[in-house]
């Protein structure tokens, strides 16, 4: 075995682990931290099959932008945890019987894939012509010219996202103080600050004698 299957199987091995602890961490903001660790890690493993592009497009879009955006809200809407797992077990029956479905169907296609391996091409592009290719040129022809309305409506879906987040975290809430930027600008020296003028010594004020009240000195007595 070599260094870089030796990488594969190390990389591979922190993305399932990683991937376990999404589904299975009780805090949220601890999941969303453990699939940037997963992104992390299926990035290792592009940039091990030479895919450098799809590498750093994972980084900057998923883990600097999408992965951001989730921990923003998640942090910022206060969920209650306790009424997020109420009712976990009467739908578990059914998240397995999915997730069961969707592993068998993984499992089918690997195992074929590991049975009947791709025929390498027959004639294949020598040193010189593969220099030339670019692979991120070639994709991006691609990308925008066959899917290019794929790729706008992703666009509006994550724009859509920003939006309904930041609609989401800028409700009132009664435990928090803001102030208005609008009223900080108009506001004006004389409104901050009052002077009053005031004598530096006060006389005592009296206190006037009851009639059948009888006084300190004489209740000392």
């Known amino acids: ?48 099959l030479k895919a450098e592009f799809l590498a750093i497009t994972l980084v900057l879009v998923y883990v ?19 009424s997020v797992r109420k009712g976990f077990w009467n739908h578990f ?37 593969a220099a030339q290719v670019s692979n991120t040129k070639e994709l991006g022809k691609v990308l925008y010219s066959q899917y290019i309305y794929p790729l706008e409506i992703a666009a509006v879906i994550l724009l859509v996202a920003i939006i309904a987040a930041i609609a989401l975290t800028l409700r009132e809430r009664k435990d928090s103080k803001r102030t208005n930027p609008s009223d900080q600008v108009r506001v004006k020296s004389q409104d901050r600050v ?6 530096s010594v006060v006389a005592a004020p009296t206190i006037p004698v009851v009639a059948g009240s009888a006084s300190v000195e004489d209740k000392k007595s």
């Open 194 to 199: 009052r002077l009053v003028k005031m004598p």
């Open 93 to 129: 029956p059914l998240a397995g019987g999915v997730g069961a479905v969707i592993a068998l169907e993984m499992s089918y296609v690997l195992m074929g894939g590991f049975r009947d391996p791709p025929q390498a091409a027959s004639l294949p592009l020598n040193g010189s012509i």
């Open 64 to 82: 600097g932008a999408v992965m951001v955006l989730f921990l923003f809200v998640v942090m910022m809407l206060d969920i209650n945890l306790d």
């Open 1 to 48: 075995m070599d260094a870089r299957t030796g990488l594969f199987y190390v990389f591979a091995a922190v993305l399932l682990f990683a991937a376990f602890r999404v589904i299975t961490a009780r805090n949220p903001v601890h999941a969303a931290l453990f699939l940037v660790l997963a992104f992390f890690q299926a990035a290792a493993v592009w940039i091990l």
